[in-house]
């Protein structure tokens, strides 16, 4: 058995062909990246459209989206068809939201909220919100673009899954560690935040088809340092697979092909043949 492994970044064709030719298990990519602003720059619409942008504290600020405008939406639509007509190896079109936490709080927006929304750190969750754009997104290319999909990031303050929408069949949702331990990969019932994750992902395996994961390893803010994750992560990789995962990513810094090669081999050597065993 083989992971689905797609690399999720917008990197060249042949780095993605060199890739798979050095058995990294990559051969076509997802892109799940803080798209937002490539797709709708606020210094070109938000003097003109305000109104496509997040109500915060009763003002329009160019920070994230409204997705709750109709017209908002249409743009995206037409901007992730032209996204995907533009190369052909582009297996997806990018839909997340913006670092930050200046969600939109205006009426339309609330109104996508499931009731009794779940919030964390005082900040209601948002996943039903991204769902719902992701799934309208997906509707409207499906024809068009029958073997493409919408990616979008199970992150911060849309971590947990949605409440009243599910993801369709044509939206892949790669899950990160936002909440959960960055170290211990895999569960520990000594260490809380190791079961994080893995309890997120069973609840999203629930409701979604197209389930990824997302990790950071090396944890690359942490100025280089060393963590014992070069067993750790590839055995994290087999029980997700064991789930029905359908693919990874590692988020890595630059040149980390080379500077985590041991690493980045027992990785590649996984995402080809789940059967083996990182030790």
Not at 36 to 56: I, N, R
Not at 104 to 116: F, G, I, V
Request: charged residues 20%.
């Amino acid at each position: 058995k083989s992971m689905d492994t797609r690399c999720v970044t917008d990197a060249t064709e042949d780095y993605g062909w060199w890739r798979a030719r050095n058995g990294c298990g990559t051969a076509e990519w997802l892109a799940m990246s803080h798209f937002w602003p490539t797709m709708v720059p606020p210094d070109q619409y938000f003097k003109d459209h305000p109104d496509y942008f997040a109500m915060v504290n009763g003002k329009r600020v160019p920070t994230q989206l409204e997705t709750a405008n109709p017209q908002l939406v249409a743009l995206l639509i037409e901007k992730s068809k032209e996204w995907l007509h533009a190369s052909s190896w582009r297996a997806s079109v990018p839909m997340e939201f913006n670092d930050g936490l200046d969600y939109s709080m205006s009426p339309e927006s609330l109104a996508l909220d499931p009731p009794n929304n779940p919030s964390y750190m005082g900040i209601p969750s948002m996943s039903d919100r991204l769902v719902i754009l992701s799934n309208q997104i997906g509707e409207s290319i499906e024809k068009e673009f029958p073997d493409k999909v919408v990616s979008m990031l199970a992150y911060t303050h849309h971590t947990l899954p949605p409440v009243k929408v599910r993801p369709r069949p044509n939206v892949a949702v790669a899950l990160t560690r936002s909440w959960g331990c960055l170290v211990h990969l895999m569960p520990r019932a000594k260490d809380p935040k190791s079961l994080i994750f893995w309890q997120n992902l069973e609840g999203w395996r629930k409701v979604c088809s197209r389930m990824y994961t997302y990790d950071w390893v090396p944890i690359f803010w942490a100025g280089g340092l060393p963590c014992p994750l070069i067993l750790e992560y590839p055995r994290a990789l087999k029980k997700a697979h064991a789930l029905g995962v359908k693919g990874n990513y590692s988020e890595k810094p630059a040149l980390s092909d080379a500077s985590d090669f041991v690493g980045d081999y027992i990785e590649w050597r996984i995402n080809a043949d789940s059967i083996r065993h990182p030790e």
